[in-house]
Structures are given as C-alpha cells and as structure tokens.
C-alpha cells in the first residue's frame, strides 16, 4: 500500500513539473498570449528571447546585416518584469556613431515601434536606443551599441584624380606611379612622352584619361598654344582634335575638360564631344563646371557615364594641410557614398596619402579609379 502511495506520488510530480515546463516555454515562445502577472511567476529575469519577432525586429536584423554585426556581436535577452528586450550588438569602428543611430532608427520606419530615446556615453563610446510600441502586447526594445574591434569592410570610395601629370624624372614622379592603391591621372595629349607616360602608368595600375581643352569664356596666353576645341568649330574639326587625341594617349579610360567655361554651355559642341566620347566606350568627368553646363543633361540624352570633381585639393598645401583636406573627404565619402577629389601632383600629396592610407582603412574608405565611380547610364 505505501509502496503504491510512494509510486502514485512520483508520478504526480513528476506530471506537475512536466506541466509547468510546458507552460514555461509556452510563455517564453508566446509572451502576448500569456498574461503578464502568469508571466512574472513562470520566467527568470534576464532569460533569452525565444518569442516571435515583431516586423520591427526583423527590419532591425537586416540592418545588423548592413551595419555588418556578426551573428556572434549580438545577443538578446528578455525582462519581463519591464516588458523589455535588450539587445547588446557590437558593430565596427569606422563610422560615426550618429551614422549608426540613424541607420538603426530607419529600421523602426512602417512598424509599430518609434525611438523614444537614445542616449550616448563618450568616456565608454556606447550608445543606448530605446524603442516602444504603440502595441501595448509587444515589449519594449532597447538596444546597447558597442564597439568591436573590427573596422567596416568598406563605408565610401574615394577616387583621386592627379591633374595635368607628366613624367618627369624625379621622386614624385615615381612615388606617384608605384604608390599602392588605386590613382587616376589625367594626360595633355600634346605634351611630350605623353604616349610613354600613358604606358607606364598603365603598368603600375594607374587609370589614364585624357584631357580636352575646351573655350573658355576669357582665353589667357598660357594656352594659346594648346589644341582647344572652339565653339565655331566645325563638327570635323572637333572630331579630328579628339582622335588626335586618343592616337596620342593609348590604354586611356575616359576623357577630362582642361577650362571649357564657354564650350560646356555650348549643346552642338558638347554633343559632338560627349558622342564622340560614347564612341570609344569611354567616360567624362567635368573637372570645372560653367555656370549653365549642357553636360549633364547630354550625358543622359546619350547615356554616357559621367561624374564630376565633388572637391580640389589646393594647390602648394603642405602634406598636414593635405591630411586635413582628406580626412575631410572621408567624412563626405562616409556620408554620400563616394567622392572625387582633383589635386596636383606634388611630394606633399604623396606623404599625404602615404600617411592616410590606415586613416583610410579605419574609416572604411576605399581609394579607387574613377571609373568605379561614374554614374553609369
């Protein structure tokens, strides 16, 4: 008889600990069908979140994928005493943490949820994000952004455009050709051994484009002795100049406007040029724009790749000068995607991109040819 007490008794709890499992992982796996006093008794503080993601979280995991936060960066845990999900995520250095808020705020567009707050710790760069709901059955969301040790494969490209370069023997010459990454130089095709050069820095990965002397409104004896395509010149004339050109500049990848204030506004000119330009599978990049430029308007009639210089490195900067100019650059380049700068070839330039070339890499930038930039029809 007691050995049958003993038997029924093992059976019942054993029953009633099977049941409030069951009910356990039923409140874990459905928190907004289980009332929150039940909850408060079922489940430990701080246990992990096992219940099914709003529209909110799910747009919040693409964004991880987009901020590039590993799956091994984020964690999630449950309060239910505050209705509250925290999420710890770690995301790479190398974009502002303001960049990032924003980012992450995006994610709450269309859902229920909207950011009730965000506050920031300077001394231990990491932010919190509070998120609630208009959906009282849905927690609150609260997410604490560290930092991790990685950098961001990639936040901007930065293409550099060397302007009027011509080889000489000297060290800044040769630095320019064999620095490492990614440069575009920009070749007169009536200075001497500009062929040679064209070559050279084909070898040493250096995209060419060639540079076109188009009327400016006020024409200086500096370039008077430069072959300009004039705004009365006929549509052979203008063909000739441009396949002077390319016979003079071989392995070239897009063309440049060398001043061409008058002709750019000039549409039977500029449509000569640019077709002329499609012709060769080639791309333009407006170097100085005029006031009423006909370019962009004729590079869409024609569907012909196109950029324009978003900034000029000054000319005679020192190389500290220079850095400052860059590290500017990248800010833009973080925040619009791309940039293109113009500079001169100089030593200066050449420390300076020398000694940019981590700030480059912690900042996510990379350096690249212009023709990875264009805006491609």
Known sequence: MRKRFITR??????????????????????????????????????MPATHPASDFEKALLE???????????????????????????????????????????????????????????QRRDKCVIDFRSSDARRPAIRLVVSRSERFFSTTGRMAILIEDFEFQADKTTIDILSFPEPLTVSLRPSVKKSAWTAQAADQYNKEVVIQLALEPLVRSNAHASLPMIMVHHS??????????????????????????????EDPRVMGIVLREIKKRHGYFIETKTARRSVVPSKVREIELPYTRVTSRVPENESARDIEEHLRHLCVVAQKKGTVLAAAQASQDLVAALDAMRDAFRQNGIRLVHVSEIVTQP
């Open 63 to 121: 964004t991880f994928d987009t901020l590039e936060v590993r799956t091994p960066d984020r964690q999630e845990r449950f309060f239910l005493e505050d209705s509250l999900k925290q999420m710890l995520v770690r995301v790479p250095r190398g974009r502002p943490i303001e960049w990032i808020v924003w980012e992450i705020g995006r994610a709450a567009k269309g859902t229920s949820y909207r950011l009730t707050d965000s506050r920031y710790d």
């Open 9 to 46: 008794l093992f059976v019942s709890v054993a029953a009633i600990f099977l049941i409030l499992a069951s009910i356990r992982w039923f409140a874990a796996s459905f928190p907004d069908l289980v009332p929150a006093p039940l909850q408060r008794l079922l489940l430990k503080k701080g």
């Open 235 to 264: 549509a052979d004339k203008i063909r000739d100049i441009v396949d002077s050109a390319c016979d003079a500049i071989p392995n070239f990848a897009g063309f440049n406007n060398l001043l061409g204030s008058r002709a750019l």
